[in-house]
């Protein structure tokens, strides 16, 4: 077993020789889940999908970096609003944006977005979400049809019986004569219930579980299994059903597999890493990840990055939406701008080493040892000197998104940290002598002193990338 292996020849002798230690970890360490859990199971080798081209410049799938989508909560027929929400989700870092396009008035805004987006330089891939509507709309106003880069479409929501295939079909048809690609989006809470009602009678007569089982352990099973499953599990199969015979039917209506992104949102964490696990294998089309609903913003980030770090770290998901609910009120406390969803979804991308996007800052939390809240007020500055430059840094510093900075508390952690960064710079403590040694590259190259320590870094810092990140300079 992999724990043996480690104790006798993985650590140090002093802990080698101590069996209890061995014996301690074997109970912690249960061996079903080593058995369950391959290693490779639980690296980040990317599910191959389909690649779907979304504008020139953007495609969503396996071949391409994990893309970071947005969407408005203005009037569509709003249109400066919308206009200046687009642009600051887009500059936050949203490859896409989608809007609300509800009625005739939104519909006729968005040629007229487009057109304000372009005329400032901005060329923005609008993502229209329509709901009962949607074909009624992309039929009377082509300018939206021709204008949106993508058309989200929830199955749920075109219409029921004999008219949902029709409407859906009337979509599709639109898409394809302007070439644009659509997700299908199923929701648990707009779930289509015609399908739900048949799944919960096939249920009922036992035939879902051997569909269940093919599904979760990943091959074909012969034999006839006739046991009823439980609502969730028939939940998961009615959502991936959805979604799929969805895709069919649009490629059915001439629409081709690579214009095909599909979705299955949940709004509770355990049901949404299950029901994409299974979808994951039972399709090759790309997967939009987010956790539906997710709640107000400290809620909502936490349970996001939990469903969707599970998942990104299985290599399922090629484009991801944080969908929280802005705080209200002072429009300069983060948690009340929109943009925090893009922020937090980058966050999570380059936590888990899958998409870089700026210097990461690696800082303490403080503690009884801190001296003072300088070093907080250090980590903070200089993230925010990060945010300010890096537009400039990403043209002049090709690859300065990777850097590692430190900026640490005291001496416990301080110079160990900074040394494991491409630099860092460790504060005095409580008690230690009133000096900030900063280190570059693993070596102690400076000590700061004084009043303008956090000023002296950001220029040692600023150097730094100058010398090793210029164009310029061979490296
Ligand atoms: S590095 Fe020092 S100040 Fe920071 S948390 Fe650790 S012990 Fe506390």
């Given at each position: 077993?992999?724990?043996?292996?480690?104790?006798?020849?993985?650590?140090?002798?002093?802990?080698?020789?101590?069996?209890?230690?061995?014996?301690?970890?074997?109970?912690?360490?249960?061996?079903?889940?080593?058995?369950?859990?391959?290693?490779?199971?639980?690296?980040?080798?990317?599910?191959?999908?389909?690649?779907?081209?979304?504008?020139?410049?953007?495609?969503?799938?396996?071949?391409?970096?994990?893309?970071?989508?947005?969407?408005?909560?203005?009037?569509?027929?709003?249109?400066?609003?919308?206009?200046?929400?687009?642009?600051?989700?887009?500059?936050?870092?949203?490859?896409?944006?989608?809007?609300?396009?509800?009625?005739?008035?939104?519909?006729?805004?968005?040629?007229?977005?487009?057109?304000?987006?372009?005329?400032?330089?901005?060329?923005?891939?609008?993502?229209?979400?329509?709901?009962?509507?949607?074909?009624?709309?992309?039929?009377?106003?082509?300018?939206?049809?021709?204008?949106?880069?993508?058309?989200?479409?929830?199955?749920?929501?075109?219409?029921?019986?004999?008219?949902?295939?029709?409407?859906?079909?009337?979509?599709?048809?639109?898409?394809?004569?302007?070439?644009?690609?659509?997700?299908?989006?199923?929701?648990?809470?707009?779930l289509d219930q015609d399908l739900l009602t048949e799944f919960m009678d096939l249920n009922?007569?036992?035939?879902?579980?051997?569909?269940?089982?093919?599904?979760?352990?990943?091959?074909?099973?012969?034999?006839?299994?006739?046991?009823?499953?439980?609502?969730?599990?028939?939940?998961?199969?009615?959502?991936?059903?959805?979604?799929?015979?969805?895709?069919?039917?649009?490629?059915?209506?001439?629409?081709?597999?690579?214009?095909?992104?599909?979705?299955?949102?949940?709004?509770?964490?355990?049901?949404?890493?299950?029901?994409?696990?299974?979808?994951?294998?039972?399709?090759?089309?790309?997967?939009?990840?987010?956790?539906?609903?997710?709640?107000?913003?400290?809620?909502?980030?936490?349970?996001?990055?939990?469903?969707?770090?599970?998942?990104?770290?299985?290599?399922?998901?090629?484009t991801i939406r944080m969908s929280l609910t802005p705080g209200v009120g002072d429009p300069?406390?983060?948690?009340?701008?929109?943009?925090?969803?893009?922020?937090?979804?980058?966050?999570?991308?380059?936590?888990?080493?899958?998409?870089?996007?700026?210097?990461?800052?690696?800082?303490?939390?403080?503690?009884?040892?801190?001296?003072?809240?300088?070093?907080?007020?250090?980590?903070?500055?200089?993230?925010?000197?990060?945010?300010?430059?890096?537009?400039?840094?990403?043209?002049?510093?090709?690859?300065?998104?990777?850097?590692?900075?430190?900026?640490?508390?005291?001496?416990?952690?301080?110079?160990?940290?900074?040394?494991?960064?491409?630099?860092?710079?460790?504060?005095?403590?409580?008690?230690?002598?009133?000096?900030?040694p900063v280190y570059i590259n693993g070596e102690l190259t400076q000590t700061l002193r004084?009043?303008?320590?956090?000023?002296?870094?950001?220029?040692?810092?600023?150097?730094?990338?100058?010398?090793?990140?210029?164009?310029?300079?061979?490296?």
């Amino acid at each position: 077993m992999a724990i043996q292996f480690l104790l006798s020849d993985g650590l140090p002798r002093r802990f080698a020789a101590r069996s209890d230690i061995k014996v301690y970890f074997q109970d912690l360490v249960p061996e079903r889940y080593l058995e369950e859990m391959p290693y490779d199971k639980i690296t980040q080798v990317r599910r191959q999908t389909t690649q779907v081209k979304i504008s020139d410049n953007l495609y969503i799938g396996s071949e391409h970096p994990i893309v970071v989508q947005s969407m408005t909560n203005t009037a569509t027929d709003n249109i400066d609003a919308s206009v200046a929400q687009v642009k600051a989700l887009y500059l936050a870092g949203s490859a896409a944006v989608r809007l609300t396009v509800k009625d005739e008035a939104g519909a006729k805004a968005i040629p007229q977005i487009d057109q304000a987006l372009k005329s400032e330089g901005f060329n923005i891939p609008l993502v229209g979400d329509f709901h009962y509507n949607g074909h009624l709309l992309l039929d009377k106003f082509p300018a939206c049809a021709q204008a949106l880069a993508k058309y989200r479409i929830n199955p749920g929501n075109v219409g029921y019986g004999e008219k949902h295939d029709y409407n859906f079909d009337t979509i599709v048809k639109i898409a394809k004569a302007n070439d644009k690609p659509i997700r299908i989006g199923v929701n648990w809470g707009s779930l289509d219930q015609d399908l739900l009602t048949e799944f919960m009678d096939l249920n009922s007569k036992g035939k879902l579980s051997r569909k269940f089982k093919e599904l979760t352990t990943n091959s074909f099973v012969f034999e006839e299994i006739n046991q009823e499953l439980n609502y969730k599990e028939v939940m998961y199969l009615c959502m991936i059903e959805s979604a799929l015979r969805s895709a069919e039917l649009a490629m059915q209506a001439g629409l081709s597999e690579d214009r095909i992104i599909v979705s299955t949102k949940m709004s509770e964490l355990q049901d949404l890493i299950n029901v994409y696990r299974l979808i994951a294998r039972a399709c090759k089309f790309p997967l939009h990840l987010g956790l539906t609903e997710a709640g107000t913003p400290i809620k909502g980030m936490i349970a996001s990055s939990a469903a969707l770090g599970i998942l990104l770290q299985e290599g399922i998901g090629d484009t991801i939406r944080m969908s929280l609910t802005p705080g209200v009120g002072d429009p300069l406390n983060p948690l009340n701008d929109r943009t925090l969803e893009v922020r937090a979804c980058q966050e999570l991308l380059q936590a888990l080493e899958l998409v870089y996007y700026k210097p990461s800052v690696t800082s303490c939390p403080g503690c009884g040892r801190t001296s003072s809240t300088y070093f907080q007020l250090l980590a903070q500055e200089i993230n925010e000197y990060i945010l300010l430059s890096m537009n400039d840094w990403k043209l002049k510093y090709p690859g300065v998104e990777k850097l590692k900075i430190a900026v640490m508390g005291c001496i416990v952690n301080g110079p160990g940290e900074s040394k494991h960064a491409d630099i860092g710079i460790s504060l005095p403590g409580d008690n230690e002598e009133p000096v900030a040694p900063v280190y570059i590259n693993g070596e102690l190259t400076q000590t700061l002193r004084g009043e303008n320590i956090s000023k002296e870094f950001k220029n040692i810092l600023s150097e730094f990338i100058e010398n090793k990140f210029s164009r310029y300079v061979r490296h």
